[in-house]
């Protein structure tokens, strides 16, 4: 006979059902009563209002007799006859209503009968009587009756009368709502005894059933909590019930199964990753993972294929074996898709085999051999992408437990033959970097001993223009000596100008020199930075940010000098444009508010009243001024605050200052609470490659030509730039710029060659026309894209590759011109090609025109990458055919953005 199944639903429910008749006999009960409670009030409240209505109607009806009455004797009018008449009669049937409504009262209806009594005497004796009295005209012995007063005697009676009722009535309605008190109360006891019994009877009910059901769950609960315990796990739920709890007892036998089955799984995988540790090579790696996975799974044989890029070819090497033999066919390398090895990684799925055939493979000991019945190949990925291929050969099937084993361990696998390979090629990078290095200080020392020697002709220079203006003024008097004076002079501006322009074109060379490896620098540095392998450590990030820090300290220092140089050429552009005052500080604000938090340093901006909204001059200069001198100011301040204060200059300021246009002018200063500067050294330090002392130079680092810069600057402006310091309390430097800058033709630039120094506007054609906002960071559309690299710098070729590679890109180099043409002519699939110029062989701009003049390749995009940014080389690129141009070192999201414009465009 099968067992009735009591469930925990059904006994809950019943303790529910007990609980709800309970309460549905309390609801009834109260009903009951409540509608009592409301018939008692009811009757109450309208038998009271009903006896008081005819109480008042009687006494009104007297009242009308009364008045009635007086006012005929008085007037002897029959109009006052009306009210008394209606009274009489209405008096009677107001009284026999009251009479019905005290007829359980008897002492009430006594009363009732008394006021009757009263009433109907008084007219009898004093309301019909007066009046007979004046219908006959006995006005004497009217007058005596109201000497007399019977008839006042007795209406104060019959009030007396009334008053006496009503008293008797209301005690009667409080006895009775006092009754309804005491009704109440003792209902209000039996509730609270009907509460008391229905809750202890639930509260019983509950705790029979809840013990049933807690102490199975308490039985559950050891046996889950004691997973963690290898003694434990080998215990299992008593099953004593046939409801719910038998369910998750059931269940959780079933969960200790699993979870005793995954312990076995994670145990070995643990022991696996400790094996890992320190493992530098794929082959040892391979080595012990098959070892172990032999070990767990009981199998004869297995080999396993790493996945590497081999001459352009995608290819599956094996590296390591197990229980291998020389009558193995020795076919070690496999192509994506070639044989089950192949296929395996192609679709990289699980694959396994049985029945195979006797003279499949022989698995021999020193005992004999024999021939596996089963083949098992699954694929082992890292990020989606199969790095390896592992086969395994066994004499009987594999069970469910060990493949799933051998799924659960493949990822992990796959990650440490990522991180073994990524290292192995981190430390060819770093030796890479560690040369690139060594090279950067040679050209550093270089450049270090070429600005020196520059600084001394400067001197010299104007050592030569003092003489020139000494021997001015003595011509004046002597006219010989005048003539003479003149030859001099120009023999020395010509030195000057073949000075400036051997010093132009040397920084020039020099910063195609210097450019081309710090493209490497900057380019590998970043890479190592970004990190994508995750296999560098945090020591490896950071010697790779300062690597790359070194390299644009580098490129400013160069772009320094060039500008610097510049300036003293008198080659300088100026545009003068409206600037909006109001961007200024909006400007500043977004560029040192994080340096201000980093260094604790409050940076506060004051704007002066009456200053106009725009002033006329060259907003880039300006911008560089200011942002120059607030950097030193950020610079020497350890604690404090900056300050940065635009507002009119004064006329005191500008009698001080002297030699400047008329006009407004404004004043842009800038207060630090830095170290100062002795009063003696204030006038140096506006020189170049010149600081207060050498203790700041080594303790602040710097090369001394921000100030310089800033004040040849302000000097092309038409303004000054002043200096008030002490020394431990800060300084003021002030910048006076004329509120509208006047056109000055000395300042326009030369057809001569000229440096570009505009870094904003270094780059291509087709950037400079799109806007910032045009520009994506989002380079996906690039990817499977095939680039030609030219370049005969083999960093330059290593660098760009690997991170065009990095992105997506399919890559291909060549060393010279002659030889990219060869390649382009070889691959009908190239996209694009990157082209420098400055090259042996064949240079870019043969290459360039070559290419042209191949009729397939005439509209393929060619950006030219150069090193040497000078303005009539940028024409001659364009000319010679290039697409686009970029200034080495290379920006590579500028050059994905133009590539992508590029290629968008063609398409």
């Known amino acids: 006979m099968k067992k009735h199944r009591f469930t925990l639903q059904y006994k809950i429910l019943s303790v529910t059902v007990l609980i709800v008749i309970c309460l549905l006999g309390f609801v009834m009960i109260m009903h009951d009563r409540i509608n009592t409670l409301q018939r008692e009030t009811s009757f109450i409240s309208h038998q009271d209002r009903e006896i008081a209505s005819l109480a008042n109607k009687i006494e009104k009806n007297i009242l009308d007799m009364e008045t009635g009455q007086r006012g005929y004797i008085i007037t002897g009018d029959d109009k006052y006859l009306e009210p008394y008449d209606l009274g009489k009669a209405q008096w009677k049937a107001s009284y026999d209503k009251l009479s019905l409504l005290n007829a359980n009262d008897s002492l009430q209806l006594q009363r009732l009968v008394d006021i009757e009594n009263s009433i109907q005497h008084w007219i009898k004796q004093s309301g019909d009587y007066v009046i007979e009295l004046k219908k006959e005209g006995q006005e004497a012995e009217i007058l005596r009756y109201f000497n007399s007063d019977d008839g006042k005697d007795q209406m104060d009676q019959i009030r007396s009368q009334f008053s006496t ?258 290292s192995m090629r981190i430390d060819q990078l770093l030796e890479q970097s560690q040369r690139l290095n060594e090279e950067l200080q040679v050209y550093t020392e270089e450049l270090q001993t070429q600005s020196e020697e520059l600084q001394i002709q400067t001197e010299s220079l104007h050592a030569t223009n003092r003489k020139l203006e000494e021997k001015n003024l003595l011509a004046e008097r002597k006219s010989f000596e005048a003539e003479q004076a003149q030859i001099e002079l120009a023999q020395s501006a010509e030195l000057l100008r073949q000075s400036s322009q051997y010093k132009s074109e040397f920084l020039a060379n020099m910063s195609h020199e210097l450019r081309t490896p710090l493209n490497g620098i900057l380019l590998l540095s970043e890479f190592l930075m970004e990190n994508q392998s995750g296999a560098l450590s945090e020591e490896d990030i950071e010697f790779s940010q300062a690597i790359h820090s070194s390299g644009q300290d580098l490129l400013r220092l160069i772009n320094d000098i060039l500008d610097l140089s510049k300036v003293e050429a008198g080659k300088l552009n100026i545009e003068i444009e409206a600037i909006n005052l109001t961007e200024i500080p909006e400007a500043m604000l977004q560029s040192f508010n994080r340096l201000s938090r980093k260094k604790e340093i409050p940076f506060h901006i004051q704007i002066g009243e009456g200053l106009p909204t725009l002033f006329y001059s060259d907003a880039q200069r300006v911008r560089q001024i200011i942002i120059n001198l607030l950097s030193n100011a950020f610079k020497f301040t350890a604690k404090g605050s900056v300050i940065l204060e635009i507002r009119l200059a004064t006329k005191d300021e500008l009698v001080k200052l002297g030699n400047l246009e008329t006009g407004l002018f404004i004043a842009f200063a800038i207060k630090d609470t830095g170290i100062g500067i002795p009063y003696a050294k204030q006038s140096i330090i506006f020189e170049a490659f010149q600081q207060a002392d050498g203790n700041t130079e080594r303790q602040y680092g710097g090369t001394g030509l921000g100030l310089s810069i800033s004040r040849e600057l302000a000097i092309l402006l038409g303004g000054r730039i002043t200096v008030e310091s002490q020394v431990g309390m800060g300084s003021v430097f002030t910048v006076y710029l004329p509120l509208k800058l006047q056109d000055n033709p000395s300042l326009e630039e030369t057809t001569e060659k000229v440096v570009d120094l505009s870094h904003e506007e270094e780059g291509s054609v087709a950037l400079a026309a799109a806007t910032s906002e045009n520009i994506s960071s989002d380079f996906t559309s690039l990817n499977h894209k095939h680039v030609l690299i030219v370049d005969d710098d083999e960093r330059n070729l290593f660098a760009l590759s690997n991170m065009l590679r990095k992105r997506g890109l399919q890559v291909t180099t060549a060393a010279d011109g002659e030889r990219g043409i060869h390649a382009l002519e070889q691959s009908v699939s190239i996209d694009i090609v990157l082209m420098d110029i400055m090259m042996p062989v064949m240079n870019g701009y043969e290459a360039i025109n070559r290419i042209r003049e191949i009729p397939t390749k005439k509209e393929i995009p060619i950006i030219a990458l150069t090193a040497k940014a000078l303005k009539e080389d940028k024409a001659k690129i364009l000319q010679a055919g290039a697409t686009d141009y970029l200034s080495k070192p290379i920006n590579l999201d500028r050059l994905l953005a133009l590539m992508q414009l590029l290629l968008t465009s063609d398409s």
């Open 165 to 422: 009722y009503r008293e008797t009535m209301n005690e009667n309605t409080n006895t009775l709502i006092a009754e309804q008190a005491d009704r109440n109360k003792l209902l209000l006891e039996f509730l609270y005894i009907a509460w008391a019994i229905i809750a202890i009877t639930s509260v019983v009910a509950s705790w029979i059933i809840s013990r049933a059901i807690v102490s199975t769950i308490r039985k559950v609960t050891h046996t889950i909590a004691g997973l963690d315990s290898s003694v434990d796990m080998k215990t299992r739920v008593e099953i004593t019930t046939n409801d719910e709890i038998r369910d998750l007892s059931v269940a959780t036998n079933h969960l200790i199964d699993m979870q005793q089955e995954r312990i076995w799984i994670q145990d070995h995988a643990n022991d696996l990753l400790s094996r890992y540790q320190g493992i530098t090579l794929v082959s040892q790696l391979g080595d012990i993972f098959l070892s172990k996975t032999a070990e767990v799974i009981d199998y004869p044989y297995s080999a396993l294929y790493i996945r590497t890029q081999e001459h352009d070819q995608d290819l599956l090497n094996r590296t390591s074996t197990f229980g291998g033999s020389s009558n193995i066919t020795d076919h070690r390398t496999f192509q994506i898709g070639e044989g089950l090895v192949g296929q395996c990684a192609k679709e990289a799925r699980l694959m396994h085999i049985q029945d195979l055939p006797e003279n499949y493979i022989n698995i021999q000991s020193g005992l004999g051999v024999s021939a596996p019945k089963s083949l098992l190949l699954f694929p082992v990925s890292f990020s989606d992408e199969v790095v390896a291929v592992v086969e395994i050969a066994t004499f009987s099937p594999l069970t469910e437990r060990q493949i799933e084993f051998l799924d659960s361990i493949s990822d992990a696998f796959g990650a440490a033959i990522n991180s073994t390979i990524s």
